[in-house]
């Protein structure tokens, strides 16, 4: 592949600033588009994927810090994008390193990260302490935070401390509207092979309805190889709007902000599909909702779980998965209905990372079945999802 232009060294770096709600101010070079981001401060510790990571949808609100030291050497290409609608571009808004950003030297790159990042408005600062974040993070809990960057080193840091003092925090927070398609889209496009691209979509097939809250695209490419037909439809969409589709299941997604908040206009929604026997397949943010729904309850995670090496114990195999996630909200499995049983659990800290009901063909995951860290682990959940669906299928009426 011929590198393009923007495959070469960005803009020279600009001062930068990441000032924390606590006053806490971290100094460093600019990176990325230019100007000031705030959100909520998450570490990730995942060692590659930092593109998917910031372009998941999931992140939107969030200010993510890489505590692998060296970002960048892979640069970027439009093969591995996970905003699934124009919308879901607007994932992270900011994204801080320890070292300065690498340039390319991969030969899928088509840009430079650090363009890329321009390109998306997300804001960077390199030359931090990282591990002090972490550490911070992981006694007092994800602070809200402001990346700023300035041409002079000059900062109006009591400006700064101020606003992040007084951001919005994440609970009640309802940010997947921002990160929805605005429209019903047929998806047709499967798995990435690799030196041939993507696999084409089955013309036949059980078709699955998607309530996209900020889906990412690798969730939609993993239903198409497992034999599905995808229509994207957005989070707003009403019962009747998804059975009139006819679907043979629905799989809520993935996506951003505090699920009580978006429940509040789709639950209804959730819960008229469940009632009408349809099989449903919740995901991260979607097995967030499918609880509460279920009259469960989430709760709001001191550090979350931000990456790809998060062993999860499958209670139905006995496998351990190792898996990627990224969640600040976690389902209170105390609080899940008589007829849900617990599937999946965190080895991390014991929280539930998934349950199914006995009573209605209803199943769902908190961490991310369509990610590959490494492993694929847990791609055998769509397998089964869409098997269920085509045995249905067959079944007499």
Known sequence: MTATKK????MPMTYARLVLADGTVFAGKGLGARGESIGELCFNTAMTGQQEILADPSYAGQIVCFTFPHVGNVGTNAEDEEAASDPATRAATGTVMRADMTDPANYRAQEHFSDWMADR??????????????RRIRESGMPMAVITHAEMNNFDLERLIEIARTAQTMEGRELAAGVMSGGDTDWQEGD???????????????????????????????LVSAGARVKVMPGKSTATDVLAAKPDGVLISNGPGDPAATGSY???????VIDAGVPVLGICLG????????????????????????????HETGQVEIVSMNHGFAVDASTLPADAVETHVSLFDGTNCGFRLTSKPVMSVQHHPEASPGPQDSFAVFDRFVASLKKAEASPA
């Open 7 to 10: 495959n070469q060294p960005p």
């Open 121 to 134: 408005a997300i804001i960077g600062i390199s030359g931090v302490d990282t591990r002090a974040i972490t």
């Open 192 to 222: 990435w092979i690799w030196d041939k691209g993507f696999e084409t979509g089955p013309e036949n097939g059980p078709l699955v309805a998607v309530l996209d809250y900020g889906v990412k695209a690798n969730i939609l490419r993993r």
């Open 266 to 272: 789709a639950l209804k929604t959730i819960r008229g």
């Open 287 to 314: 097995h967030q909702m499918l609880a509460l729904a279920l009259g469960g309850k989430t709760v709001k995670m001191a550090q979350g779980h931000h990456g790809a090496n998060h062993p999860v114990k499958n």
